[in-house]
């Protein structure tokens, strides 16, 4: 039974105030389904009931629940490539000059999802960074669960298969009973926290590198230009910014100039 028109309105409010991801009219089905194991964990009947107990009776914590499931958090390993041998080919070696004294590369994760892409970093900086740097990864997402999973470090045999070569495998995962799980020694440099873009940013070092790929796509202009503009705040002056292959800040944010990056493209702040 599909969600009504009130049923709707009040998830796409919830989202929207809580998270600024707008839902269109027409995802009805998509909400329903998303919300079915959120209503049978709780023992409701279906999302009609599960929806109308907790507008009765509001519960931070199965609002929570609501803005997780409908977080869309597809990802895989090296996600379009492009980006990656931008980093490795063109970004890192301009840091490497520029940060000769520091000898550190900071990267930011923003939508970091269960882990894959701030791990793919990370995979990435080991391999191309010279010896004696270092580096220190962040990964930040809205969704608890997700950030969780990622804090895990544990993915299944179809997630590995999703992006990630035989040899990268071998080198920075074990084995964990029917799961793979990445090794300390590369999860020193991986942290992961929750955060909400559209909302005012935590104090933070600046970041030399920040991905942001795939998100902008879910906000209105408004809120891109919000977490553009937050965004710029914590990317080093001479830093790059990637976004998705969607996404521009063209018409958005006149701070950013967008510069080839190899066989893709990358933002800096002017």
């Known amino acids: ?38 209503a049978r964990a709780v023992g409701a009947s279906g999302v009609s009931e599960f929806l109308a107990d907790l507008q009765r009776r509001p519960d931070p914590a199965q609002q929570r629940k609501i803005i997780d499931a409908l977080t869309t ?7 379009d490539r492009e980006p990656f041998a931008a980093l490795t080919d063109v970004v ?10 520091a000898r550190k590369v900071r990267v ?30 962040m990964g930040t997402d809205i969704s608890t669960e997700m950030v969780k999973r990622a804090e895990t470090a ?11 070569p035989a040899a990268q495998l071998v080198q920075y995962f074990e084995r964990a009973g029917a799961h793979w799980r990445i090794t300390q020694a590369l999860r020193r440099n991986v942290s992961f926290r929750l955060m909400n ?12 590198v920040i991905f942001l790929r795939n998100v902008l796509i879910y906000f209105d202009v408004a809120t891109k230009r919000t977490v553009l503009q937050n965004v710029a705040k914590l990317l080093r002056p001479d ?24 066989r893709t493209s990358a933002y800096r702040v002017r």
């Open 1 to 38: 039974m599909t969600l009504s028109q009130a049923e709707f309105n009040y998830v796409s409010q919830l989202v929207r105030r809580e998270a600024s991801i707008v839902l269109a009219p027409g995802k009805e089905y998509l909400v329903e389904a998303r919300l079915i194991p959120v």
């Open 73 to 79: 958090n597809e990802t895989s390993w090296f996600r």
């Open 92 to 101: 890192l070696p301009e840091l490497i000059k520029s940060r000769s004294t």
């Open 108 to 137: 930011w994760s923003a939508a970091s999802s269960s882990g894959q892409e701030a791990y793919s970093l990370a995979i990435t900086l080991q391999e191309a960074l010279p010896a004696g740097w270092s580096y220190d990864i």
């Open 154 to 164: 544990e993915y299944s045999q179809v997630e590995v298969n999703r992006g990630l």
């Open 197 to 208: 873009l559209t909302a005012p940013l935590p104090v933070m070092q600046p970041f030399d």
């Open 239 to 262: 830093g790059w910014l990637f976004l998705g292959a969607a996404e521009t800040t063209i018409g958005i944010d006149d701070n950013y100039e967008r510069v080839a990056a190899g």
